[in-house]
């Protein structure tokens, strides 16, 4: 396995065109989340998926920000009409969830980023 | 909703010395991780704590959870250029998604 995988790596775009990273998580991981990150700040939750079902996002996550993960496995987050404030480090994080346990299972493996910067 | 607060924000320390960086959760936590990013890197996971006053150790790292679950210490002993990095705490909120803190940014000089 080759852990999490993101591309692309860098994305540069023009403000109000529309932009699309992909995630291809650890295959036997169930979980996969976005985060988004900026220079000297922690990682900011966007969204999270269980399987192909979105079970949460962020009520931070403008309508702008669409992701998908349409058969369980890897996942796509869109940005359209891009902004500067949307210049970022958006992260990936795979992990498994086993029924009947706490949630502390969700030990997060995260990708290498994919930074998007929009001038 | 739940905060995650980590102090200091920064930290300078020469090569030897011991360093400690805080974690407060304004909300009862059921288990609190802690993560390590290297510059231009992503965070890797270190450690989960899950049991009321665990003290675990890997190595040179001590890690402490809050006996009321709202707060975590991360202590490292005789700190080396290799513990350079960003170093965060992160705990469940309501549904299951991480929350992250602000993170403590150590620098070492040798």
């Known amino acids: 396995d080759t852990g999490v995988s993101q591309n692309p790596r860098h994305k540069i775009t023009k403000r109000g065109q529309n932009v699309t990273f992909r995630c291809d998580p650890i295959?036997?991981?169930?979980?996969l989340y976005w985060y988004r990150q900026t220079l000297g700040q922690g990682p900011e939750f966007l969204t999270y998926?269980?399987?192909?079902?979105?079970?949460?996002k962020s009520r931070l996550l403008s309508d702008r920000f669409s992701a998908e993960r349409p058969k369980g496995s890897f996942s796509t987050l869109e940005i359209q009409r891009t902004e500067q404030g949307d210049s970022a480090m958006y992260l990936c994080?795979?992990?498994?969830?086993?029924?009947?346990?706490?949630?502390?299972?969700?030990?997060?493996?995260f990708g290498a980023g994919s930074r998007l910067t929009v001038l | 909703g739940q905060q995650v607060m980590q102090i200091p924000q920064y930290q300078h320390v020469q090569e030897g010395e011991d360093f400690t960086t805080y974690c407060n959760s304004s909300?009862?936590?059921?288990?609190i991780q802690w993560y390590k990013q290297r510059p231009g890197g992503h965070p890797v996971f270190l450690i989960q704590?899950?049991?009321?006053?665990e003290v675990k150790k890997q190595k040179r790292l001590t890690f402490q959870f809050g006996e009321a679950k709202k707060n975590s210490s991360l202590h490292i002993t005789a700190t080396q250029t290799t513990d350079v990095g960003t170093y965060f705490c992160?705990?469940?909120?309501?549904?299951?998604?991480?929350?992250f803190g602000k993170g403590t940014t150590l620098s070492v000089s040798s």
């Open positions: 994080a795979s992990s498994l969830a086993r029924t009947g346990s706490y949630s502390g299972a969700n030990v997060l493996t």
């Open positions: 295959s036997e991981h169930n979980r």
């Open positions: 909300t009862t936590l059921s288990n």
């Open positions: 998926f269980q399987n192909e079902a979105q079970l949460e």
């Open positions: 704590l899950v049991k009321s006053g």
């Open positions: 992160a705990g469940p909120q309501a549904g299951t998604a991480l929350i």
